[in-house]
């Protein structure tokens, strides 16, 4: 009996998330309302609230699950541990379009400016969902000090995707030096990968 609760659960759950994705396609997040959201997903607004607290809730999740699919999507995290070089131009520039064919329109749509400001939380779900895909490389122990050095390393090559993503389409000289920067860094984060440090 529990497990088709269960999958009456997911299933609902499924509906909502489905009827949102196709809402946000059509307006901002913030212009969604529960009654017609629950008409979309055909349950009432009762069982909306059984599962979420409100519009901006349900919202959040779905960039969280978003996050975790981006960064799932492509695979540079083993490089991290052995050609920092290798890491920084596939995380880096593979991150150019970080929607990507990955996701569907509705999620793209979650991530466009006039919906994200409505997720206070949206950096961290990036920097968790990539920190995760790091540490199921295994080279890695999960611990407060690791936790900060990738949070370190990570908003760091976040932020530099965000204020220099131009560079990805021209200046080859620049991206070098964020190359060679960010490898850098790396090498001295995680030492115990480098024992030699920066290469002459």
Known sequence: MEAKTDLRVLKTRR???????????????NKITVTELAARAEISKGTFYLHYLDIFHLYSQLVE???????????PYPALFQDPEAFVRTFMFAQVEPMGEALSRGE???????????????????????????????????CVENDM?????????LSLIVRYRPLAAGDQDRMQFMVEFLSNVIRQTFPEFYPGGAPN
């Open 15 to 29: 509906a909502i998330q489905s009827a949102f994705l196709e809402l946000i396609e059509e307006k901002p997040v």
């Open 65 to 75: 699950q978003t996050a975790e699919k981006i960064a799932g999507s492509f695979d």
């Open 108 to 142: 793209r749509a979650l991530l466009y400016e006039r919906n994200i400001q409505f997720c206070s939380g949206y950096p961290q779900c990036f920097l968790e969902a990539f920190q995760a895909q790091i540490y199921r490389v295994g080279k890695l122990t999960p």
């Open 149 to 157: 050095k990738l949070h370190f390393l990570l908003t760091g090559i």
